[in-house]
Nanobody, 114 residues
Framework: QVQLVESGGGLVQAGGSLRLSCVAS????????MGWYRQAPGKQRELVAT???????NYADSAKGRFTISRDNAKNTVYLQMNSLKPDDTGVYYC????????WGQGTQVTVSS
């Protein structure tokens, strides 16, 4: 059974940083789509950043210049380094993987106080 487990969320002041981790229960070496998504209260889930198997990245406009997605295939882990956090970044952050079908983690809460 494929599982994704996120960690690293928490409460941080505006301008601060957090590093999220997503550990997969399977090898991600050949997984072409790994991504981070977030859902703010009362809003739909939205893309934050994605990374392909060859390391190509894609970011939401709101994340460009502040967030960095990376992957460590040896650890089956995808990271999201978030800097210069803003209150609008508050939400539950989910890890998503596509391997024949999509898989989601349970999410990790990020709260940015002003």
């Amino acid at each position: 059974q494929v599982q994704l487990v996120e960690s690293g969320g928490g409460l941080v002041q505006a301008g601060g940083s957090l590093r999220l981790s997503c550990v997969a229960s399977v090898s991600i070496f050949t997984i072409n789509h790994m991504g981070w998504y977030r859902q703010a209260p009362g809003k739909q889930r939205e893309l934050v950043a994605t990374i392909t198997s060859n390391g190509s990245t894609n970011y939401a406009d709101s994340a460009k210049g502040r967030f960095t997605i990376s992957r460590d295939n040896a650890k089956n882990t995808v990271y999201l380094q978030m800097n210069s956090l803003k209150p609008d970044d508050t939400g539950v952050y989910y890890c998503r993987m596509i391997m024949f079908r999509e898989y989601w983690g349970q999410g990790t809460q990020v709260t940015v106080s002003s």
